[in-house]
């Protein structure tokens, strides 16, 4: 079975300071992990994937995530927020062969000026 | 991504009636799926389809039916619809199957008002 956890539906941070947003799976098989944005009135947008190469991801806009197998996490960050990157993100686990995918229930950003 | 697109992008509807949302694509994808978006949950598998004559049932599939006319097509129909399937839905495709690494891309979304 295979299901994502995002911790805290809100996070607020300041323009320039980290982003860091949370998410922890569980699947009974390697993963392969995702994050997606959705700006207001939009679909989602890949930010960056896991597929079982390198732990260290880097996407789009200057986000980055981080496999760690031993803390089943795959944390979100950025060193310094935009106001541009005030939208919603969404955390998903999958696996080569089970063909689906499982989101998280999603964290809203907010930046502050 | 303007590649994945859906109609209508907004729909008020009657309990009771039935509709349609319509999906289609230029990816070459053989798979598609049907996703709802409800506040607070992300999103939940309606259902998904593998090929032209491959139909699966996702989380979510009561009241709900498919059909999938051609490759590039997938539709979800609403037979008889209430209130509490009042949400965002997104069709996606999935480059998996055609060498690709099981990325999914979204259509903008069909924004659904059940009264």
């Known amino acids: 079975a295979q299901s994502v956890t995002q911790l805290g539906s809100h996070v607020s941070v300041s323009e320039g300071a980290l982003v860091l947003l949370r998410c922890n799976y569980s699947?009974?098989?390697?993963?392969?992990l995702f994050w997606y944005v959705q700006y207001p009135n939009q679909g989602l947008q890949l930010l960056l994937k896991y597929t079982s190469a390198a732990t260290l991801v880097k996407g789009i806009n200057g986000f980055e995530a981080e496999f760690k197998k031993s803390e089943t996490s795959f944390h979100l960050t950025k060193p310094s927020a935009h106001m541009s990157d005030a939208a919603e993100y969404f955390c998903a686990v999958s696996s080569p062969n089970f063909n689906k995918f499982y989101f998280g229930s999603g964290t809203k950003l907010n930046v502050k000026p | 991504d303007a590649d994945v697109t859906q109609t209508p992008r907004n729909r008020i509807t009657k309990t009771g009636k039935r509709i349609m949302l319509e999906c289609s694509q230029t990816?070459?994808?053989?798979?598609m799926y049907w996703y709802r978006q409800d506040p607070g949950l992300g999103l939940r598998l309606i259902y998904y389809?593998?090929?032209?004559?491959?139909?699966n049932k996702g989380e979510i599939s009561d009241g709900y039916s498919v059909s999938r006319q051609a490759q590039a097509k997938f539709s979800l129909s609403l037979e008889s619809a209430i209130p509490n399937q009042t949400a965002l839905y997104f069709c996606?495709?999935?480059?998996?199957?055609?060498?690709?690494?099981?990325?999914?891309?979204f259509g903008p979304g069909t924004r659904l008002l059940v009264l």
């Open positions: 699947s009974s098989v390697p993963p392969y």
């Open positions: 990816k070459g994808h053989d798979r």
């Open positions: 996606a495709t999935s480059d998996a199957g055609t060498g690709g690494q099981e990325t999914q891309y």
């Open positions: 389809s593998f090929d032209v004559k491959d139909i």
